[in-house]
Each structure stands twice: as structure tokens, then as C-alpha cells.
């Protein structure tokens, strides 16, 4: 499981994330939020094909 943390700021910030599946199958991902009301994701869950690469990128 991988964590990206936000911090109480005034200022904008971004953290970036990639998930590169080595495997030979695809892999399933599904992001969650502990305050769903202020942080919007979509897609919320989603597909990495075998040997494909999926980034994302998180502005609050």
C-alpha cells in the first residue's frame, strides 16, 4: 500500500505518483480518501495493464 500525505498548508501542492506493473498480468488499483468531501478523485479505481505504467498527479 502506498500512502500520499497532504499537510495543512495556505500554499498549493502537488505530489505525483507511478505505478509501473512489471508483472505479466494486469493489476487493479483503488484510491481512498479520509476526507472524500475535500479531495475529489476520479477514476477512484482502475486497470495497469502487464508491462504498462499509469501516473497521476495530485494538486490540493
Known sequence: MLQVTFIPSQNKQIAD???N???ETSIMYK?????PGLYKMR???GVVDAK????FLFCF
Open 31 to 35: 484510491m481512498k480518501s479520509t476526507r
Open 43 to 45: 477514476p477512484v479505481f
Open 52 to 55: 504498462d505504467k499509469a501516473y
Open 17 to 19: 505518483l507511478l505505478i
Open 21 to 23: 506493473n512489471d508483472a
